[in-house]
């Protein structure tokens, strides 16, 4: 089921009001229900993965508390690795993997015909899948104790809002959550529908719209001049931003309404002034997973350079390959691991250019410097990201590379799929967006978890975000971009 | 908690007025809620379909109705059946889907008491929702319930905006004037036809492969025809009203190029629903791509539509089939002009 769709609309009403009336008892059940109905909308089959690791890891949970030595629980541990990866790697990688076998063979003259499968990529299975583990590893470390309840951890693999698509919640902070019995609380009944209505805005004014455009550049690169590409480019930044933090917006409202909190997802990543800074704010519940659970194990920064540096690679490698299974993903990764390598290496030397220009004495202009290039960096990755292929990637590259920046070339910008009106609400969009951004900015992280949004205006911004909705809204049942993940 | 209740009691009271200020914003002849969907339709523009259901209103009685799509309306030349002595109107208008047939059919049927309802079932319809073909009627129909239980059938906020928009227009008679454009290469013919004449003859090449085809006929890749329950649940209720109307209903597939044909992958499984279909209501299905009449290399405008030569071959063809059905009487003169 969609966010997005009319069986939402009805979907959403109905578990709150059945929620807050049924007795605290039974709420687990009955959230338990509604997400595997959820889930089952999609493909009512695939649920039995979902169960599998569900069960896998209570289990290996259940197992793990009962024995202090630490040889004996890695046994466990392994058995949650072994079960969580291998769903993910067989439904998601095996193609992928078996494919560039085939392709590096035949590079050596060896034609070998290695197995393909032929079945659908369960929505959301990366998220749910580590969403899990990191309860598994969280009981082996100690952080966390067993949950005996199975209900409760099976909601917790779950939960409807966040299943398909995040924010990857921690078991030490949502298990807690399901335990406590909550109460309709006007304040933050109101402060998560209006997160949900900003999450839908981002996504069916913004998002969608700018799909229509995106997809026709990057599908059919070679029939766009370099100037459209490029256009498409920025506007791919504003959509897969909007599609995921739309998303996530929507996902933290429900699961508010209902009285749980879900970790903030985005903290307006394109005002970042650095990439390390990007990935504090961008998909913040996946780069704290990684820190947590790779890049520290690994050794994190406590090492010599050089593996510091192997460390930070890797663990970007894997995240590209996380987000999809094909080389322009991996790329995409790479390209950021390789952003902070250099801007590692180039911190003494960045320092002295802006002595040198004494930019540092001007830090309104050292911030907007740094967040136009941190932009345009990340930029630079999204063309990896959205391609179809590395091979479309550099070809658009290379257009992006060959302007016609005159008034005949500004005319050329090919808009025939959206039109005139479209592309101006697009633009528009946009720029409100960023400047809800900037003002996001000026609050203090913490607070915005909180349920007051500031500002004398928000019931105007309530309406006219609303009636954007209604008015503007692209209304075609477009997938989050994030669901393929 | 009466905040929240004053908020959500205010929605549709703000967006009524809305809709109101939209109407009157007008920018190249459409509202500014019609530039933010990419609805293409304006009011008195392509496909005729003002002009159309005008006419239909004094029409009269008919022994053919056609309904369907750009397939349909021009496709079906009236002045062909007239030949025979048979009074026909084409009611087909730009994307127009069973789900949009089945509500012009309800408003009319009894304007024009058909003797026969010939549905044209191209299959570049099925997969549609109906919204297209809404804003088109919406836009150059007067208000009436049909419009609105098309609004509800299509379940889309577009619609919904759009309807409530055209309420708007009627309680308040603020509607711009609107007049039947003229569109250079096409001419609308009493009864709903629209003859298009070719300002540069174009020759369709017979071979898929020929660059020319590539280029300029076929559409971009191979595609799977994804037959929408909703549809074909409407093609059901049409078969229905017609019979329940005491006419009786063809469906009738227009022949589009071989190259065409080939690069839908499920015809054969479209084909057989529609067959199962008529033959659940004992209907004649007349799939003309089976029937060879045209020639792929001579007879069409563009990748899907016919040229006046297609028309007129295909209707002769349609007609000879009708005769020998027993649906039609051959006339006279006709008989011995084909001689």
């Given at each position: 089921?969609?966010?997005n769709?009319?069986?939402?609309?009805?979907f959403?009403?109905?578990v709150?009001i059945l929620?807050?009336?049924?007795p605290?008892?039974f709420?687990w059940?009955?959230?338990l229900a509604?997400?595997?109905?959820?889930?089952?909308?999609?493909?009512a089959?695939?649920l039995?993965?979902?169960i599998?690791?569900?069960?896998?890891?209570?289990?290996?949970?259940?197992?793990m508390?009962?024995?202090?030595?630490q040889?004996k629980?890695?046994?466990?541990?392994y058995?949650?690795?072994?079960?969580?990866?291998?769903?993910?790697?067989?439904?998601k990688?095996a193609?992928?993997?078996?494919?560039?076998l085939r392709a590096g063979?035949?590079?050596?003259?060896?034609?070998?015909?290695t197995?393909?499968?032929d079945?659908?990529?369960?929505?959301?299975?990366s998220?749910y899948?580590?969403q899990s583990l990191?309860?598994s590893?969280?009981?082996?470390?100690?952080?966390?104790?067993?949950?005996?309840h199975?209900?409760?951890?099976a909601l917790y693999?779950?939960?409807?809002?966040?299943?398909?698509?995040?924010?990857?919640e921690?078991?030490?902070?949502?298990?807690?959550?399901?335990?406590k019995p909550?109460?309709?609380?006007y304040?933050?009944v109101?402060?998560?529908?209006?997160?949900m209505?900003?999450?839908?805005?981002k996504?069916?004014?913004?998002?969608d719209?700018?799909a229509?455009?995106?997809?026709?550049?990057?599908?059919?690169?070679?029939?766009?001049?370099?100037l459209?590409?490029?256009?498409?480019?920025?506007?791919f930044?504003?959509?897969?931003?909007?599609d995921?933090?739309g998303y996530?917006?929507i996902?933290?409202?429900?699961?508010?309404?209902?009285?749980?909190?879900?970790?903030l997802n985005?903290?307006?990543?394109y005002?970042?002034?650095?990439?390390?800074?990007?990935?504090k704010r961008?998909?913040i519940?996946l780069?704290?997973?990684f820190?947590?659970y790779?890049y520290i194990?690994l050794?994190?920064n406590?090492?010599a350079?050089?593996?510091?540096?192997y460390?930070?690679?890797?663990?970007f490698?894997?995240?590209?390959?996380w987000?999809?299974?094909n080389?322009?993903?991996?790329l995409?990764?790479g390209?950021?691991?390789?952003y902070l390598?250099?801007?590692?290496i180039?911190?003494?030397?960045?320092?002295?250019?802006?002595a040198?220009?004494?930019?540092d004495?001007?830090?309104?202009?050292?911030?907007?410097?740094?967040?136009?290039?941190?932009?345009?960096?990340?930029?630079?990755?999204?063309v990896?990201?959205?391609a179809?292929?590395?091979?479309?990637?550099?070809f658009i590259l290379?257009?992006?590379?060959?302007?016609?920046l005159s008034?005949a070339g500004?005319?050329?910008?090919?808009?025939?799929n959206?039109?005139?009106?479209e592309?101006?609400?697009?633009?528009?969009?946009?720029?409100?967006?960023?400047v809800?951004?900037?003002?996001?900015?000026?609050?203090?992280?913490e607070?915005?978890?909180?349920?007051?949004?500031a500002?004398?205006l928000?019931?105007v911004?309530?309406?006219?975000?609303l009636?954007?909705?209604i008015?503007?809204?692209v209304?075609?049942?477009?997938?989050f971009?994030?669901?393929?993940? | 908690m009466s905040?929240i209740i004053?908020f959500?009691l205010?929605i549709?009271?703000i967006?009524?007025?809305?809709?109101?200020?939209f109407?009157?914003?007008?920018f190249?002849n459409?509202s500014l809620?019609?530039?933010?969907?990419?609805?293409?339709?304006?009011?008195?523009g392509?496909g005729?379909s003002?002009?159309?259901?005008?006419?239909?209103q004094h029409?009269?009685?008919v022994d053919?109705?056609?309904?369907?799509?750009?397939h349909?309306?021009?496709?079906?030349?009236?002045?062909l059946y007239?030949d025979?002595?048979?009074k026909?109107?084409n009611?087909?208008?730009?994307n127009?889907?069973?789900?949009?047939?089945y509500?012009?059919l309800k408003?009319h049927?009894?304007?024009?008491n058909p003797?026969w309802?010939?549905?044209e079932?191209?299959t570049?319809?099925?997969?549609?929702?109906?919204?297209?073909?809404?804003?088109?009627?919406?836009?150059?129909t007067p208000?009436?319930q049909?419009?609105?239980?098309?609004?509800f059938?299509?379940?889309?906020?577009?619609?919904?905006?759009k309807?409530?928009?055209?309420?708007v227009?009627?309680?308040t008679?603020?509607?711009p004037?609107v007049?039947?454009?003229?569109?250079s290469?096409?001419?609308?013919v009493?009864?709903?036809?629209?003859e298009?004449?070719?300002s540069?003859?174009?020759?369709?090449?017979?071979d898929?492969q020929?660059?020319?085809?590539?280029?300029?006929?076929?559409?971009?890749e191979?595609?799977?025809v994804?037959?929408?329950?909703?549809?074909?649940?409407?093609v059901?209720?049409?078969?229905?009203?017609?019979?329940?109307?005491?006419?009786?209903a063809?469906?009738?597939?227009?022949?589009?190029p071989q190259?065409y044909?080939?690069?839908i992958?499920n015809?054969?499984?479209?084909?057989?629903?529609?067959?199962s279909?008529?033959?659940?209501y004992?209907v004649p299905?007349?799939?003309?791509?089976?029937?060879?009449?045209?020639?792929?290399?001579?007879?069409?405008e563009?990748?899907?539509?016919l040229?006046?030569e297609?028309?007129r071959?295909f209707?002769?063809?349609l007609?000879?089939?009708?005769?020998?059905r027993?649906i039609?009487?051959p006339?006279k003169?006709?008989?011995k002009k084909?001689?």
């Amino acid at each position: 089921m969609l966010f997005n769709s009319f069986e939402f609309a009805v979907f959403f009403p109905t578990v709150i009001i059945l929620f807050f009336i049924m007795p605290h008892r039974f709420r687990w059940a009955f959230l338990l229900a509604a997400s595997y109905y959820f889930y089952m909308c999609w493909k009512a089959e695939y649920l039995v993965l979902i169960i599998i690791s569900t069960l896998i890891d209570y289990f290996a949970g259940i197992q793990m508390g009962k024995v202090a030595e630490q040889r004996k629980r890695k046994k466990y541990l392994y058995l949650s690795l072994l079960a969580n990866l291998g769903i993910l790697f067989s439904f998601k990688y095996a193609n992928f993997f078996s494919t560039s076998l085939r392709a590096g063979l035949e590079q050596l003259n060896i034609f070998y015909e290695t197995p393909l499968f032929d079945w659908l990529l369960p929505v959301g299975i990366s998220f749910y899948t580590f969403q899990s583990l990191s309860y598994s590893i969280d009981v082996y470390r100690g952080e966390k104790t067993p949950e005996y309840h199975l209900g409760r951890f099976a909601l917790y693999v779950a939960f409807f809002p966040q299943l398909v698509a995040g924010p990857i919640e921690r078991s030490v902070r949502l298990l807690p959550q399901f335990e406590k019995p909550v109460t309709f609380q006007y304040e933050r009944v109101v402060s998560g529908l209006r997160l949900m209505l900003w999450g839908f805005f981002k996504k069916l004014v913004i998002a969608d719209r700018l799909a229509i455009y995106v997809n026709e550049a990057f599908n059919y690169p070679g029939e766009h001049s370099g100037l459209t590409l490029l256009v498409a480019t920025y506007f791919f930044a504003f959509q897969i931003y909007c599609d995921f933090s739309g998303y996530s917006d929507i996902a933290i409202g429900t699961a508010r309404v209902m009285g749980y909190d879900l970790m903030l997802n985005f903290r307006q990543p394109y005002f970042s002034k650095s990439i390390s800074e990007f990935w504090k704010r961008w998909h913040i519940s996946l780069s704290t997973w990684f820190k947590d659970y790779l890049y520290i194990p690994l050794g994190g920064n406590r090492v010599a350079k050089w593996r510091w540096y192997y460390n930070l690679m890797a663990v970007f490698l894997v995240s590209g390959l996380w987000h999809g299974a094909n080389w322009t993903f991996v790329l995409w990764g790479g390209l950021h691991g390789a952003y902070l390598f250099i801007s590692i290496i180039t911190a003494d030397i960045r320092k002295r250019i802006r002595a040198f220009f004494r930019i540092d004495r001007v830090p309104a202009l050292k911030r907007t410097i740094s967040v136009i290039i941190t932009f345009h960096f990340v930029l630079l990755a999204w063309v990896f990201f959205r391609a179809n292929s590395i091979g479309d990637a550099f070809f658009i590259l290379q257009q992006m590379t060959m302007l016609d920046l005159s008034w005949a070339g500004f005319l050329d910008i090919n808009i025939e799929n959206l039109g005139w009106g479209e592309f101006i609400i697009a633009c528009l969009s946009i720029l409100f967006l960023v400047v809800v951004d900037w003002f996001e900015t000026k609050i203090k992280p913490e607070s915005l978890q909180t349920y007051k949004r500031a500002g004398s205006l928000k019931l105007v911004f309530d309406y006219v975000i609303l009636f954007s909705i209604i008015f503007f809204g692209v209304f075609e049942h477009t997938e989050f971009i994030y669901f393929q993940f | 908690m009466s905040r929240i209740i004053k908020f959500f009691l205010s929605i549709p009271v703000i967006y009524l007025v809305l809709v109101f200020v939209f109407l009157n914003i007008r920018f190249q002849n459409k509202s500014l809620m019609d530039l933010s969907t990419r609805n293409p339709v304006v009011a008195g523009g392509f496909g005729h379909s003002f002009q159309r259901f005008q006419e239909i209103q004094h029409y009269g009685d008919v022994d053919i109705l056609f309904l369907g799509s750009s397939h349909a309306y021009r496709t079906f030349d009236n002045r062909l059946y007239a030949d025979y002595g048979l009074k026909t109107f084409n009611m087909g208008s730009p994307n127009q889907t069973p789900l949009n047939s089945y509500y012009l059919l309800k408003k009319h049927i009894d304007d024009v008491n058909p003797k026969w309802v010939i549905l044209e079932l191209y299959t570049g319809v099925l997969d549609r929702d109906g919204l297209e073909s809404f804003y088109d009627l919406a836009t150059n129909t007067p208000f009436s319930q049909e419009l609105v239980e098309m609004a509800f059938a299509i379940n889309s906020p577009h619609a919904y905006n759009k309807i409530v928009e055209k309420w708007v227009q009627h309680v308040t008679g603020i509607a711009p004037p609107v007049k039947q454009k003229d569109f250079s290469g096409e001419a609308y013919v009493a009864g709903g036809y629209v003859e298009y004449s070719q300002s540069k003859p174009k020759i369709m090449p017979v071979d898929m492969q020929h660059p020319n085809y590539q280029t300029e006929f076929a559409p971009e890749e191979m595609r799977e025809v994804e037959l929408l329950d909703l549809q074909i649940s409407y093609v059901h209720k049409i078969l229905k009203l017609v019979s329940q109307k005491n006419a009786r209903a063809i469906l009738v597939t227009q022949p589009v190029p071989q190259a065409y044909l080939a690069q839908i992958s499920n015809y054969e499984e479209v084909e057989k629903t529609i067959n199962s279909i008529a033959s659940l209501y004992d209907v004649p299905y007349l799939d003309f791509n089976k029937y060879n009449v045209l020639d792929s290399y001579l007879h069409f405008e563009d990748s899907d539509h016919l040229n006046p030569e297609g028309v007129r071959r295909f209707n002769r063809a349609l007609i000879k089939e009708l005769v020998k059905r027993n649906i039609i009487s051959p006339a006279k003169s006709i008989v011995k002009k084909e001689d």
